[in-house]
């Protein structure tokens, strides 16, 4: 059994998806982001860094395992699934996934911060975040015009980048002429488990559109961003 300890953010839901399509059984423990339970000592004893997502095997003396890209693939190593053993095939996977956490997801957190949390409207910022999330999607893009999925065959990088890119319309960031990568987030949006993952802890409905639950949503995360 997993016990995985998670939000419903993108990176929690990396960790949530891969266990639903890996269909490896766990028990979701929520954490509270906004009353700073990751900060608290029983949380810092599972990962110090006090950020979900955060796994603990329980079939392996409880082995505690944290970042949301180790965590995917451990779980893939366990359930032998979704990430090639031979070496070539494993290497294509473990490139997209770091793409996916150096690059996507930093860059469209930060058009997060500057877009829709700061008060303060730092245009400079928010331009350079928001292109450059475009410029990875372009990647992404060509990428796909490829091959179906983003290291030939389905795999945690797929999930990876899909649990982030799917926000994009939050972030700002338009994939308008971006065929291939509108493709395959449509293939990916129909997968079973992953619409089941993305509602672990909680489902989260969309407030692009309302103005109200924006900046509501953008006043919470406002008192997060220096913890």
């Not at 639903?20 to 339970?37: C, G, R, T």
């Amino acid at each position: 059994m997993i016990d995985l300890y998670t939000a419903s953010t993108p990176n929690g839901h990396k960790a949530s998806c891969a266990l639903e399509e890996l269909e490896i059984p766990y028990e979701v423990h929520a954490i509270d982001l906004s009353s700073l339970e990751q900060k608290k000592p029983d949380f810092l004893r599972l990962n110090p860094n006090g950020r979900i997502p955060v796994i603990v095997d329980t079939e392996e003396d409880d082995l505690v395992v944290f970042e949301s890209g180790a965590i995917m693939v451990y779980l893939a190593e366990k359930a032998g699934r979704l990430l090639p053993t031979e070496r070539r095939g494993r290497a294509r996977v473990i490139s997209w996934l770091m793409f996916q956490m150096g690059g996507v997801g930093p860059m469209m957190g930060q058009a997060n911060v500057f877009f829709r949390y700061f008060p303060e409207k730092i245009q400079p910022a928010i331009d350079r975040y928001q292109n450059e999330s475009r410029r990875l999607f372009e990647a992404l893009d060509t990428r796909l015009a490829e091959s179906e999925w983003l290291a030939d065959d389905y795999s945690i990088a797929d999930i990876a980048n899909w649990c982030w890119v799917r926000g994009h319309r939050w972030s700002g960031v338009s994939v308008d002429g971006l065929d291939h990568l509108q493709r395959w987030l449509d293939a990916l949006k129909e997968k079973p488990g992953l619409r089941r993952g993305v509602e672990v802890p909680a489902p989260v409905p969309s407030i692009v559109d309302d103005e109200e639950a924006t900046a509501k949503f953008a006043e919470r995360a406002r008192s997060m961003l220096q913890q």
